[in-house]
């Protein structure tokens, strides 16, 4: 175990992965949606406590009372605060970058998309030098042509590649079973036999 990233407590619900979607992770969230909660320092601190220095990490939405005392937090804890699955405004994201978010989670993925009266976090990422952004290149979550305009306008010294692949990465096509749930596994992506698609089958490694 290298370090722990914490990406299921203090964001929206709204932007919460759907619950079709959820399948990796059906073990985590038998309980949903009461795994999620408004952000906590109580929470925070049992969190803490339970991972001790493993916690590296933390995606969180900075548009929550009380998100930005957990922001400060978690830079004077030397943890990574990260933002993500956030339905937040372009001034509520700026607050949280001035507060010490320096990471993004899974850009453009569970956060607004970018609009000319209504920019959204998408230009405060932009525009914010300071901050790397985990980009998933698989074909999948990406237009080419928008991984190029990424490396352009962020800089690859910025981009963070990540992967959302699961057991059948590097695997042919077929079925396979996760946490006792069926799932076909299809042309680098990996979907429910009743559901929608939900993860990509690409390995950073290939």
């Known amino acids: ?43 925070f601190n049992e969190i803490q406590s339970i991972t001790g220095a493993n ?5 969180i939405a900075p548009e929550f009372k009380g998100s930005l005392d957990i922001i400060r937090d978690l830079v ?8 993500g699955h956030s339905n937040a405004s372009y001034n509520e994201t700026l607050k949280g970058i001035d507060a010490g978010i320096s990471h993004v ?13 209504a920019p959204g976090p998408l230009l405060a990422i932009f525009e914010t030098k300071k901050l790397s ?4 290149p698989d074909g999948v979550h990406f237009h080419p042509g928008v991984l190029k305009f990424l490396f352009e306008i962020i800089g690859e010294e910025r981009c963070i590649v990540i992967t959302d692949g699961m057991q059948a990465t590097g695997l042919p096509d077929g079925i396979y079973f996760y946490d006792g749930l069926e799932y076909e596994s299809k042309d680098r992506s990996e979907e429910r036999r009743v ?11 290939h």
């Open 1 to 43: 175990l290298f370090f722990l990233h914490f990406s299921f407590f203090f964001f929206i619900m709204i932007r919460r992965p759907p619950r079709s979607t959820l399948f990796p992770y059906t073990t985590l969230f038998r309980s949903l949606p009461e795994c999620i909660c408004a952000p906590s320092l109580r929470v």
């Open 55 to 59: 916690l590296k990490m933390m995606t």
């Open 105 to 117: 989670t899974h850009l453009f993925n569970a956060m607004p998309s970018f609009h000319h009266r």
């Open 76 to 83: 004077d804890s030397e943890i990574i605060a990260s933002f």
């Open 133 to 136: 952004v985990q980009i998933i």
């Open 195 to 205: 559901g929608k698609e939900c993860r990509s089958r690409w390995s950073p490694y």
